[in-house]
């Protein structure tokens, strides 16, 4: 159950030091099954709809929730009051009590945020994760990995697609590959900027601080323990360069607010 959870983390809201301090509870095999996919099944809209359902019931069941009433439980519902839909989106949350810093959405809009995120970030840097994830599924980054995973699970069982019982999109026993697979799977250095951007802009249009998402990546560079330096050298841009990102866009905001005022 640890193991599902550590790992699911990498690939929503994934950083240098969540990717590498999850690394090692991959298995080899895993990434190498995902390579070799061959056999490409296609998922219509309606069987992706129900996949991304059956996956994140899943995950719901295998990770406990912060009960209600609970003072972190209040905070979160504050938090997401008021984003039942994003964008033409149905979204749903779920606070799970568990001590990573992550969160992760799937593509039927189901987000979900850890505890550990919630408690060494601020409202809005909260916030700013979660139009981060939001922009993940309304760029299609969410449902691009789910048909990749889809493809290797539906090919490692001779029946394929649609074997699932009782109108599953995937049998129990094939949801597990599924979601190891998935969970394997990491987003393109292009889908997390194109994230960052829409969670950007997210945060502009309800309001929110946007300044907040550049504390979110700087407290993620903080964690992995980054410097500024060397993360721009990296092919993927590491929390400390996506910090930086997000603060020169927070300011050009800054003065296009100030000239619009004029
Ligand atoms: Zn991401």
Excluded: W
């Amino acid at each position: 159950m640890k193991k599902i959870l550590l790992v699911v983390c990498i690939l929503s809201f994934a950083v240098g030091a969540q990717a590498d301090f999850g690394r090692k509870f991959l298995k080899k095999d895993n990434v190498t099954a995902a390579q070799n996919a061959v056999k490409a099944a296609t998922l219509s809209d309606e069987d992706m709809a129900k996949l991304s359902r059956e996956a994140v019931a899943s995950m719901d069941e295998q990770n406990p929730v912060v009960p209600d009433g609970d003072l972190l439980a209040k905070r979160f519902d504050d938090i997401v009051k008021g984003l039942e839909s994003e964008d033409g989106l149905a979204l749903n949350f779920k606070l799970y009590n568990v001590s990573d810093v992550n969160a992760f959405a799937t593509p039927d809009g189901s987000i979900r945020v850890m505890a550990g995120l919630m408690i060494i970030m601020t409202d809005d840097e909260v916030r700013s994760v979660i139009g981060h994830e939001i922009g993940h599924v309304k760029l299609q980054h969410a449902k691009k990995q789910y048909q990749k995973a889809y493809s290797v699970a539906a090919g490692k069982d001779a029946a394929g697609a649609n074997s699932g019982s009782a109108g599953k999109v995937l049998a129990d026993s094939q949801l597990g590959a599924f979601l190891e697979d998935v969970m394997n799977a990491k987003f393109s250095r292009n889908d997390e900027s194109a994230s960052d951007e829409y969670g950007f802009n997210f945060m502009v249009k309800h309001g929110f601080d946007y300044h907040a998402m550049e504390g979110a990546f700087s407290k993620l560079a903080e964690l992995s323990g980054e410097s500024g330096k060397k993360s721009l050298k990296a092919t993927h841009p590491g929390a400390a360069e996506r910090a930086r990102i997000a603060k020169e866009r927070a300011n050009a905001q800054d003065k296009k607010m100030k000239q619009a005022r004029r």
